[in-house]
């Protein structure tokens, strides 16, 4: 059975963050979600498709007014520019340090296991976490091989 994803209602995320609803974040959201994690140059790119006359600095500026107000996240990329995506539950990244790709991984029993023993440890309150591990993704093995 072919299901297709559900989109976030923007309107009522940047609403609830306490942002007006405009189209231009609605459409650096949708074109985020679209691809998962994307650098302000690949978001920059696909809004100028549909709003031409949309400035590098505009686009930013709303990348990091979102980022502040808990709509987007930062992901920092070795050794590249960082990539953003929409605020989800907490998950891990397997970032390629080759070509940059970011893959989602949602398996998190064990690890959350691991960070609650070591925070409670240091009598530290842990609220938010983000986990990047850095590698070389299959197929960027597969092409340093050959
Ligand atoms: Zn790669
Ligand atoms: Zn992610």
Known sequence: MHQRKKMTDYVVLLKEK???ATFQRMNILEVIEKQGHMSVDDIYEEVMKVHP???LATIYKNIILMQENGILVEVPIA???SKYE???ADHLHLICTECG???DKMCLEKTDAVFHQLTEEEHFKL???Q???YGICEA???KIVS
Do not use: H, I, P
């Open 53 to 55: 006359s949309l400035s």
């Open 127 to 129: 609220n938010r976490r």
């Open 140 to 142: 960027c093995q597969a």
């Open 86 to 88: 929409l605020a989800k």
């Open 18 to 20: 306490g942002l007006k």
């Open 79 to 81: 050794g590249k520019k």
């Open 101 to 103: 790709e970011v893959e």
């Open 131 to 133: 986990v990047n591990l």
